[in-house]
């Protein structure tokens, strides 16, 4: 069960019953700078590329193709990839049939960088075509589109026969192009049924020119046929339409496995403080790095003031006598007790801790 639902639930028991939870804070979603709260895994990025040299993929990707060899693709009859590989790319070989990758990818980032052919004699769709297939499905089209004519959804980064891109950000022919694709597959229902169409975001040459586009379905050529349901992971494949396209520094990364965790569910009880109680902690309190925080009643809780600012920014909660925390942020207050009375605190927030003495 989520944690919205839990709450929703104890709000309507407790609506039935006719009393308010007002003690018991349930705690939803993570705290503002919670310390607490767990950093993202590291990655190291990759190098951009030139014209001259191809880049590099960052340090969680799977290369697809790095300029050496073929070993991640197959043809689509399972035999070996069969296309030219030199000077760092592969290309398109008469008879080399369209190849796919071995391993599935689900949702996913792809960086694939491509050039067309210079075929002065050709035009249309005959011109520098070739192809990204996504989940084997859904293709992203390849084409010479720089001064050259075609239909819409065809041209290059259409998705191919549903939807042209925002702008043609074409180059010329044999200069290299790119695509970042951010793609998002359908999701289906037990029975088969589609319960969400497949998205996909596409860079071309660093222009957008697909935002969130949905499939409506596989591409195909003079066809918009339906969706059926398909595995969770499928290879992508480039497209063989007998042009010698050239490709280099192609990249994945998984996107299912980043998943930001939840926030794990609290129940804390707060104290209940007369307005009595609550004067004993009121006071300005500062250290000699010029930190400056005033504690002041309002609204029969603690309310914190920064430095010289008369804005109040949040209330705080008594935990214990002597500790204190904000409810959506990561901000606790530990009172020092001396024979004096409280004479100071310790002010934590987001995993650092601040020390003041009571003015
Ligand atoms: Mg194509």
Redesign the pocket.
């Known amino acids: 069960m989520n944690n919205k639902l839990i709450v929703l639930l104890t709000f309507i028991i407790a609506c039935f019953f006719g009393i308010m939870p007002v003690f018991a804070q349930l705690g939803v979603g993570w705290k503002v700078h919670d310390a607490k709260r767990p950093k993202p895994t590291i990655v190291t990025p990759g190098s951009e590329s030139t014209q001259e040299k191809a880049g590099t993929a960052p340090s969680d990707a799977v290369v697809l193709f790095d300029g050496t060899d073929l070993s991640a693709w197959q043809r689509f009859d399972g035999s070996p990839a069969a296309w030219k590989v030199e000077n760092g790319y592969m290309e398109v070989v008469e008879g080399g049939g369209s190849i796919k990758t071995l391993e599935g990818f689900g949702d996913c980032q792809i960086h694939i960088e491509w050039s067309t052919p210079i075929m002065p004699n050709a035009s249309g769709q005959g011109n520098g075509?070739?192809?990204i297939y996504l989940m084997d499905h859904y293709?992203i089209?390849?084409?010479n589109s720089f001064e050259n004519e075609t239909y819409a959804d065809g041209q290059a980064a259409a998705v191919?026969g549903q939807t042209p891109p925002l702008v043609n950000s074409s180059r010329a022919p044999r200069v290299w192009q790119t695509y970042d694709i951010i793609f998002h597959r359908p999701r289906f229902s037990e029975l088969g049924n589609l319960r969400k169409p497949a998205t996909v975001t596409v860079f071309h040459n660093g222009v957008l020119v697909h935002y969130n586009t949905e499939f409506m379905g596989p591409t195909d050529w003079q066809d918009r046929p339906p969706y059926k349901q398909h595995a969770e992971k499928l290879p992508i494949a480039l497209?063989d339409?007998g042009n010698p396209m050239r490709f280099r520094n192609i990249w994945v990364r998984d996107l299912e496995q980043y998943k930001r965790p939840e926030a794990p569910i609290t129940n804390i009880q707060y104290l209940e403080l007369t307005e009595d109680d609550l004067s004993d902690y009121e006071g300005t309190y500062s250290n000699e790095s010029g930190f400056s925080l005033t504690v002041k009643e309002r609204d029969g809780q603690l309310g914190l003031f920064f430095g010289k600012s008369k804005n109040f920014k949040y209330l705080i909660y008594p935990i214990t006598k002597y500790q204190f925390s904000a409810k959506y942020v990561d901000s606790t207050i530990d009172f020092r007790l001396s024979s004096r009375g409280i004479d100071g605190l310790t002010w934590t927030m987001g995993g650092t801790e601040i020390k003041a003495d009571r003015e």
């Open positions: 075509n070739s192809g293709e089209q390849m084409l191919y497209q339409h």
